[in-house]
């Protein structure tokens, strides 16, 4: 390209200079270079050999990289309706940015939605609804091992790693946290300092990098851990088993992108590529797995200890129960990632194909540790496409205990779905490390909005439990959400999927459980 210009720029110039030698207007000057350009833009798409519709269609041949190029703006903003984009349809996108801006929230005119289509769900309302609780209800995170137990809001902010977002969003983001009492998950990038200024509640999330805890060979450096996590503002420490966007992946980050900044966080030489490998070093067996849990409580002053994942093999999650109940302690929350996660960019196959949804992750999740006789002990966050108060209700119907968001916060800061997240070039600042863009986002004006949206999306789902005839979520049942099976059926949850009995493993395995619990095995990953 480069070469290009200064050809064209050298025959403009020849081109001036002999009209001015022929005494010439200069306006012939001008209506020849737009000629002699296309003329030249022609020519070098016929003898290049990159592309054959430039060969056989040269210069109209560009209209199509044009189209090409802008088409996910022009299927977002005038081709989709308001219920069917992806990954956020419009009416998500909608509903999330008028509360974080606070403004009115609500819809004429009834559904857009087939009701009647299957899949279709909905939440069943009660003949005697009751009030609205004043305050939200929180969770207490922290087992009979942990010492210094915490209040988790309903919905909190998902794992971002500083990185990934730029410190702009994180700062908005903890601020907003901050303000509203909710908690802020760091992702595996380390504990920076856009993290801990604004001072909000943080849940410190240690992946298989060991990002600012690591040694210089990449291994966990427990007194490094211990000396971060004692931190006033962690109130929580998690291990990252996997991802939703990309279970079973390591991931890699370019030198180029490794500044003085992130190389201080995450304890990482500058300018070199970064590897985070798919495997933990820490542990290799679900006995390990689970006695490393309780080795990170004892390191961070007995504060609230949990992993998250996106689950894969039952047997496999089985054999941690076994761990938990031979090894006779247990994490203080479990969070799991629906395979429809998506803040970490992944290659297609994975984002795809690769994982539970978080459904079926949950209902597996809850019930081994109902079965197991555990579940009593060991809190569940649900993390995947959380947007609205409906999708809170669904997931805590569905055995979690409170939520936590990413896209939909990245949203209430400004993100407007363009999915360049993996290209440094995000138009609103959210997800790049370049200053000129991320100065495009205002922490003062977006911190407000994450406080707002937490707040009205919480007060959202407290007003669909309330119509439900519940005001605390443990009372919400099974029955209470139901899923068209066709346009002439449809079936509770209760009736859909099988519920455990506490113990029930322990005593008598259903026998569609009984294989995965027999062969599931507490010294080995069995697959």
Same mark, same amino acid.
């Given at each position: 390209?480069?070469?290009?210009?200064?050809?064209?720029? #050298?025959?403009?110039?020849? &081109?001036?200079?002999?009209?001015?030698?022929?005494?010439?207007?200069?306006?012939?000057?001008?209506?020849?270079?737009?000629?002699?350009?296309?003329?030249?833009?022609?020519?070098?798409?016929?003898?290049?050999?990159?592309?054959?519709?430039?060969?056989?269609?040269?210069?109209?041949?560009?209209?199509?990289?044009?189209? $090409?190029?802008?088409?996910?703006?022009?299927?977002?903003?005038?081709?989709?309706?308001?219920?069917?984009?992806?990954?956020?349809?419009?009416?998500?996108?909608? &509903?999330?940015?008028?509360?974080?801006?606070?403004?009115?929230?609500?819809?004429?005119?009834? #559904?857009?939605?087939?009701?009647?289509?299957?899949?279709?769900?909905?939440?069943?309302?009660?003949?005697?609804?009751?009030?609205?609780?004043?305050?939200?209800?929180?969770?207490?995170?922290?087992?009979?091992?942990?010492?210094?137990?915490?209040?988790?809001?309903?919905?909190?902010?998902?794992?971002?790693?500083?990185?990934?977002?730029?410190?702009?969003? &994180?700062?908005?983001?903890?601020?907003?946290?901050?303000?509203?009492?909710?908690?802020?998950?760091?992702?595996?990038?380390?504990?920076?300092?856009?993290?801990?200024?604004?001072?909000?509640?943080?849940?410190?999330? &240690?992946?298989?990098?060991?990002?600012?805890?690591?040694?210089?060979?990449?291994?966990?450096?427990?007194?490094? =851990?211990?000396?971060?996590?004692?931190?006033?503002?962690?109130?929580?420490? *998690?291990?990252?088993?996997?991802?939703?966007?990309?279970?079973?992946?390591?991931?890699?980050?370019?030198?180029?992108?490794?500044?003085?900044?992130?190389?201080?966080?995450?304890?990482?030489?500058?300018?070199?590529?970064?590897?985070?490998?798919?495997?933990?070093?820490?542990?290799? #067996?679900?006995? $390990?797995?689970?006695?490393?849990?309780?080795?990170?409580?004892?390191?961070?002053?007995?504060?609230?200890?949990?992993?998250?994942?996106?689950?894969?093999?039952?047997?496999?999650?089985?054999?941690?129960?076994?761990?938990?109940?031979?090894?006779? #302690?247990?994490?203080? =929350?479990?969070?799991?990632?629906?395979?429809?996660?998506?803040?970490?960019?992944?290659?297609?196959?994975?984002?795809?194909?690769?994982?539970?949804?978080?459904?079926?992750?949950?209902?597996?999740?809850?019930?081994?540790?109902?079965?197991?006789?555990?579940?009593?002990?060991?809190?569940?966050?649900?993390?995947?496409?959380?947007?609205?108060?409906?999708?809170?209700?669904?997931?805590?119907?569905?055995?979690?205990?409170?939520?936590?968001?990413?896209?939909?916060?990245?949203?209430?800061?400004?993100?407007?779905?363009?999915?360049?997240?993996?290209?440094?070039?995000?138009?609103?600042?959210?997800?790049?490390?370049?200053?000129?863009?991320?100065?495009?986002?205002?922490?003062?004006?977006?911190?407000?909005?994450?406080?707002?949206?937490?707040?009205?999306?919480?007060?959202?789902?407290?007003?669909?439990?309330? *119509?439900?005839?519940?005001?605390?979520?443990?009372?919400?049942?099974?029955?209470?959400?139901?899923?068209?099976?066709?346009?002439?059926?449809?079936? *509770?949850?209760?009736?859909?999927?099988?519920?455990?009995?506490?113990?029930?493993?322990?005593?008598?395995?259903?026998?569609?459980?009984?294989?995965?619990?027999?062969?599931?095995?507490?010294?080995?990953?069995?697959?």
């Amino acid at each position: 390209m480069t070469r290009m210009a200064i050809v064209a720029l #050298t025959l403009v110039a020849g &081109i001036a200079a002999a009209v001015a030698a022929v005494g010439l207007s200069p306006w012939w000057c001008v209506a020849a270079v737009p000629l002699v350009l296309l003329g030249l833009l022609g020519t070098a798409d016929l003898v290049q050999r990159r592309h054959s519709v430039l060969r056989n269609y040269p210069v109209l041949g560009h209209a199509r990289f044009l189209l $090409e190029r802008i088409r996910p703006e022009l299927q977002q903003y005038f081709v989709e309706r308001n219920f069917d984009g992806r990954p956020f349809d419009r009416d998500v996108r909608t &509903i999330v940015y008028e509360r974080a801006k606070g403004t009115d929230a609500e819809q004429p005119y009834g #559904t857009e939605r087939d009701v009647y289509e299957p899949g279709y769900e909905f939440l069943v309302p009660s003949m005697a609804p009751c009030p609205v609780p004043k305050t939200p209800p929180r969770v207490r995170v922290g087992g009979p091992d942990c010492t210094r137990p915490y209040d988790m809001a309903l919905l909190n902010v998902s794992a971002m790693s500083f990185g990934s977002l730029s410190g702009n969003a &994180i700062l908005a983001l903890n601020g907003g946290a901050a303000a509203g009492g909710f908690a802020h998950d760091t992702g595996e990038g380390g504990l920076s300092e856009y993290h801990l200024r604004p001072g909000g509640d943080l849940v410190w999330e &240690i992946g298989t990098g060991y990002f600012g805890c690591r040694t210089q060979d990449g291994d966990f450096d427990p007194a490094e =851990f211990a000396d971060k996590a004692a931190h006033d503002h962690v109130k929580c420490v *998690s291990l990252k088993l996997s991802q939703g966007a990309k279970p079973g992946i390591g991931g890699v980050l370019p030198g180029a992108k490794v500044n003085a900044e992130i190389a201080k966080v995450r304890d990482v030489p500058e300018g070199r590529t970064v590897i985070s490998p798919p495997y933990h070093r820490v542990f290799s #067996t679900p006995r $390990e797995l689970v006695r490393f849990i309780a080795r990170m409580r004892e390191l961070s002053g007995g504060k609230p200890t949990g992993f998250k994942l996106c689950v894969g093999s039952r047997r496999q999650f089985l054999a941690v129960c076994k761990a938990m109940l031979e090894e006779g #302690t247990a994490p203080d =929350f479990i969070v799991v990632d629906g395979g429809e996660g998506g803040t970490g960019a992944a290659p297609l196959e994975f984002a795809d194909h690769m994982g539970t949804p978080l459904t079926e992750g949950l209902l597996t999740v809850h019930n081994a540790l109902v079965g197991a006789g555990l579940r009593d002990r060991i809190r569940i966050g649900a993390s995947g496409k959380i947007a609205t108060g409906t999708d809170l209700v669904k997931r805590l119907v569905q055995g979690a205990d409170y939520g936590n968001a990413a896209r939909a916060m990245m949203f209430a800061v400004g993100c407007i779905q363009a999915q360049r997240c993996h290209t440094n070039t995000c138009p609103t600042g959210v997800t790049t490390q370049d200053p000129r863009r991320a100065r495009a986002l205002d922490v003062r004006d977006k911190t407000p909005r994450v406080q707002r949206f937490q707040e009205a999306t919480v007060a959202g789902a407290l007003q669909l439990m309330a *119509s439900m005839g519940v005001t605390d979520p443990a009372e919400l049942r099974p029955h209470m959400l139901r899923r068209r099976i066709d346009p002439y059926t449809e079936r *509770s949850y209760d009736e859909l999927y099988e519920w455990l009995r506490p113990g029930q493993l322990l005593a008598e395995p259903p026998a569609a459980w009984a294989a995965d619990w027999q062969a599931a095995d507490p010294d080995r990953f069995t697959v």
